[in-house]
């Protein structure tokens, strides 16, 4: 029983992107907030201090006298509280008027002078309290000297914090990361349509439903490419399929009609339906169509062997001359039956290539049955071997004088188990003997051709490197 797959928990690409370039902008728009922010308080701060520095002149203005003294006005403190209120300014801000020897005249909030002078240095020029910060502006009389200073003293946290600023901030950065996963989440929307449909269409193909229309428009260049390989890719699948099921009925065809006759020839032996010589003959039938459906077999376990990769190609140095004459003797010797009129027409220069002489007689074996089964056996039979050199490959011509091959067939003769309506009417087989000479000539460097075929007989080329 086979195992089963434990599926991992998967989330769609939807979320998986959406989450990632989600975090990537909250990570982002952290950064801007924080540099916002910090960039809110300094101008921030600098603002209140400004603001301050001029309320700090107009009080000075205020409590300079006409003979030069600093004299406190009437209802100054309602005058400053008017001012703070027009400025946004922080209502407790402390706001302390001193003279020239340091005597504290005015302050409000009101103050006894033993606690005024504690929140100042000595030299009244910062605060004693480093959570505070001092403004301070020098009093001056006609003649430009100074006489005393106004001193405004507010916390710093007063300084830098201002709620509407921090509400436009908020404001913004929420604007921001909405903005942003409404845009994430579109894009992914749009990449993650084209993907689910393609995945859809996959499942589709799984169940053996090959004809997919992906009607998807997307301007990326990336989703198009897939969306047309993948469109591609069923077409290509669907004629494989088509072509595996013809080829396999046709395989199955041709190895079942041997073994039919076969058996009705046994059966009407064991029967005694025929006797004696009948008898002989039949079973001499009987062995020539088991002999047929072995070729067949050996045919097709050596193509399946050869491209699953199980079958060694030696390159040894040949004598090509000396082989292809040894390879037609031999071949010749097995078929005294027929009339053969075998013609080499060979370089007197040796010739060599880097080969496997094995696979070399067997491509050459399976051109010459080819030719005999292709020849009227009412005519003399011949073949023409020649062979030259050209650059740096060596040519082998196979030439017979069979009846030739169909026009509309010549583009086909090397494809796995197609045989032309004329071979399947006269000879058994399936298929595989151009295909697999073709593959064990393009195993060694080389190719096989067909150069030319017409009703008088065909040309088959082998090419081999020198």
Not at 214 to 232: A, H, M, N, R, W
Not at 398 to 416: K, L, M, Y
Request: hydrophobic letters at 40%; a neutral charge; one cysteine or more.
């Amino acid at each position: 029983m086979a195992k089963r797959i434990k599926k991992s928990k998967q989330t769609s690409i939807l979320s998986y992107w959406t989450i990632r370039y989600f975090i990537i902008l909250c990570i982002g728009l952290l950064i801007i907030a924080t540099a916002a922010v910090y960039w809110v308080r300094d101008t921030a701060m600098d603002s209140r201090l400004k603001t301050a520095g001029l309320l700090g002149q107009e009080v000075a203005d205020r409590v300079t006298s006409a003979n030069g003294t600093i004299v406190i006005p009437n209802k100054l403190d309602k005058i400053i509280d008017n001012r703070l209120k027009f400025f946004n300014l922080d209502e407790y801000m402390c706001i302390m008027i001193a003279n020239e020897k340091g005597q504290f005249l005015f302050s409000m909030p009101n103050l006894p002078q033993d606690k005024l002078s504690k929140k100042l240095t000595p030299d009244l020029a910062e605060p004693t309290d480093n959570r505070y910060m001092a403004v301070n502006t020098p009093i001056y009389n006609d003649q430009g000297v100074k006489i005393g200073q106004v001193t405004l003293l507010q916390s710093k946290k007063s300084l830098t914090y201002s709620p509407n600023e921090i509400v436009l901030v908020v404001v913004l950065l929420s604007t921001l990361i909405i903005s942003g996963w409404l845009t994430i989440y579109w894009l992914s929307r749009k990449l993650s349509r084209p993907i689910q449909l393609v995945a859809n269409a996959a499942k589709q193909i799984r169940a053996g439903n090959y004809d997919v229309n992906l009607q998807i428009d997307t301007k990326e260049q990336e989703i198009t490419e897939l969306v047309q390989s993948f469109e591609e890719m069923a077409q290509r699948l669907k004629q494989l399929e088509e072509w595996r099921a013809l080829s396999l009925a046709g395989v199955t065809h041709e190895l079942k009609t041997p073994v039919t006759s076969i058996k009705g020839l046994v059966m009407a032996v064991r029967e005694e339906v025929v006797t004696q010589d009948e008898a002989k003959e039949f079973l001499d039938i009987a062995l020539k169509e088991s002999a047929r459906m072995e070729r067949m077999i050996a045919d097709l376990l050596d193509y399946n062997a050869f491209t699953s990769g199980s079958v060694e190609i030696q390159s040894d140095r040949l004598h090509l001359q000396l082989l292809i004459s040894e390879i037609a003797y031999q071949w010749k010797l097995t078929h005294e039956s027929y009339p053969v009129d075998m013609v080499l027409d060979l370089p007197e220069e040796p010739l060599y290539t880097m080969g496997d002489s094995l696979r070399i007689q067997q491509i050459f074996v399976n051109l010459l049955n080819n030719g005999l089964q292709a020849v009227d056996k009412s005519i003399p039979i011949q073949f023409r071997i020649r062979m030259y050199a050209e650059q740096q490959y060596i040519h082998v011509e196979v030439t017979d004088n069979g009846t030739g091959v169909a026009p509309e067939d010549q583009s086909h003769i090397f494809e796995r188990f197609y045989r032309g309506d004329r071979k399947k009417r006269s000879v058994r087989g399936l298929g595989l003997g151009l295909t697999y000479s073709q593959l064990l000539a393009r195993a060694q460097g080389g190719e096989l051709r067909l150069r030319q075929s017409s009703s008088s007989g065909s040309t088959f080329a082998l090419q081999l490197p020198r």
